[in-house]
């Protein structure tokens, strides 16, 4: 088993499958030794694992709970694209997306739930350059939408 999914598995955690795109879209793209993803939802199975505003019906702390779904699904289709997620050398950026209510000013709380488990993960390798924004809706009402871009071997 790759060391980094034998890590998942301490967490009690576990890679789903990788998500489907849902437009016109791929999922990822590589350049050199660069693989972009496109951005994924808190989703599992297809199915919003949570949905709507962080201040109105989701806390920062279920919304950090997405945010670590999201990570997930971007872990799947970092091991989709490469073969292993072994091969990440290391995180460059994480672009996080917060739905949240207008004035909603602690984005990056919810976004350590991905970042954090980067870095459990990948320990130095994992810690990256961000941005954590709150917006007014994202795809399916999901709660939390990353998009991250990493160094590969």
Not at 19 to 39: D, E, I, M
Not at 42 to 70: C, F
């Amino acid at each position: 088993m790759d060391p980094i999914e034998s890590k998942l598995q301490e967490l009690g955690l576990a890679l789903p499958p990788a998500p489907n795109p849902v437009g016109s879209y791929v999922p990822f793209r590589t350049n050199g030794n660069t693989l972009y993803l496109a951005g994924v939802i808190s989703a599992r199975d297809a199915a919003v694992t949570h949905a709507g505003p962080v201040g109105r019906d989701q806390t920062v702390e279920t919304g950090y709970l997405a945010a670590q779904v999201a990570a997930l699904n971007a872990l799947a289709l970092i091991k989709a694209a490469l073969g292993g997620l072994d091969r990440v050398q290391e995180f460059i950026i994480v672009n996080g997306f917060v739905n949240a209510v207008p004035g909603f000013d602690q984005s990056p709380q919810v976004i350590n739930g991905a970042s954090d488990l980067f870095v459990k993960l990948y320990g130095e390798a994992g810690r990256h350059a961000r941005a954590a924004v709150s917006v007014s809706g994202l795809p399916r009402n999901a709660t939390v939408e990353i998009q991250v871009t990493v160094r590969t071997a």
